[in-house]
């Protein structure tokens, strides 16, 4: 019997060695690469690339056709005659214009354009790795979890297992008369309570598992083992955080906007050059359709963005001052999160130092029950109660375990180390 257990143990450890494991660094990556989110990467870089490409078209020579049909009240009249021209023009006219426009200086305007366009693209991408960071977050928090409710499983084949030695125990010291059947019902009452909660515990593990494959794209979890991550260095000097990458692109974002108000007022020049069938042609003073053509040097200036230069400076500004203040609101939150996390490790290293010595208490205080049913001087009820004294001090040993590595990993995740 004994070569049987032992056998049936091996097979088990081997079972367990063979089944694939899964790290937090796992999920992180799988969520990140499941989550429909980052497909709106390539996204914004298709459309910043045909955007560029439109802006590069401002370069490119503007060609434009134009027609006008017209009547109109009155005409010039010349006060003489003169032979083979006409005394007075038609009232209705008709014309139609191709114009080809070909921009030499435009103070800057395009490539402010596309600068605008970059610092915009920029700023969309940050803010999706922001979006997709926090996953890490329902990563840890659901990853955990699962952890807790394994540890709290193993401690649940441990007591059932006592218990079964107990209700064997019990039984034997019914043959010698210092035990009865109430003594053995006792122990049964246990054994239901240590299947019902394995029962819950599974119910639980389950739902947890259901959303982590959602959010990973895994559908194997429940058969993989999670591994226990290492210790980390709770780092809270320096933070990475890719908010903070995000709110420095939205100021460059600012800058390219400012200097586009100095754009905007600047002239323009460009070459132009236009050809027209027309009634009448350039001669006004000659009736019938005529072809022409005109070409030059344009200037515009629109000076009315002088006018309005001034508030939409004020308006960039402020929306500096909201930027400030939104990185100052979320330093500061993010401080204190670290705080609240470090005081949490400190807090459970200084409670794991009292684990195992009282797990040790508590295992000799339930082996000298044990020892005191078997000679008829203390109930089994009370051998019960040491019993799940015993299994609580195990549970809390393993939630601190659990607790203080996801408070570490907490800590890593608000730092971004």
Partial sequence: ??????????????????????????????????????????????????????????????????????????????????????????KDQYQLMLELDQTIWDGGAIRNKKEDIRAQSDVQKQQLEVNLYALNDRVNQLFFGILLIDAQLDQNASLQAQL?????????????????????DAVQVEQLNARQTESELRANRKAYVEVLGLLTGKKDIESERLVNPEDVQAETTVNNRPELDLYALQRKLIDVQEKGLTVRYMPKFSLFAQGAYSDPGLNMLKGGFKAYYIAGLRLSWNISDFYTRKNDKQLLDANREDLDAQEATFLLNNRM??????????????????????????????????????????TVTEMLREVTSEDQAKQTKALHEIQRLQALYNIKYTMNH
């Fill in 1 to 90: 019997m004994k070569r049987f257990f032992l056998w049936m143990v091996g097979v088990w450890a081997a079972c367990g060695a063979g089944r694939a494991q899964l790290t937090l660094e796992d999920c992180y990556h799988a969520a990140r690469e499941n989550y429909p989110l980052v497909r709106q990467f390539e996204l914004i870089e298709r459309t910043q690339s045909f955007t560029l490409e439109n802006a590069s078209k401002g370069y490119v020579p503007q060609l434009s056709v134009s027609g006008k049909a017209t009547y109109q009240s009155d005409v010039t009249k010349l006060p003489y005659s003169i032979p083979g021209i006409a005394s007075d023009m038609d």
């Fill in 164 to 184: 079964t030695r107990n209700y064997a125990q019990v039984k034997a010291c019914m043959q010698h008369g210092v035990a009865n059947q109430a003594d053995l």
């Fill in 337 to 378: 999160e670290t705080v609240q996390y470090g005081r949490e490790v400190e807090k459970l290293n200084q409670l794991m130092l009292n684990d195992d010595e009282l797990i040790r208490l508590r295992t000799n205080i339930r082996q000298s029950a044990e020892t005191k049913v078997n000679n008829g001087t203390l």
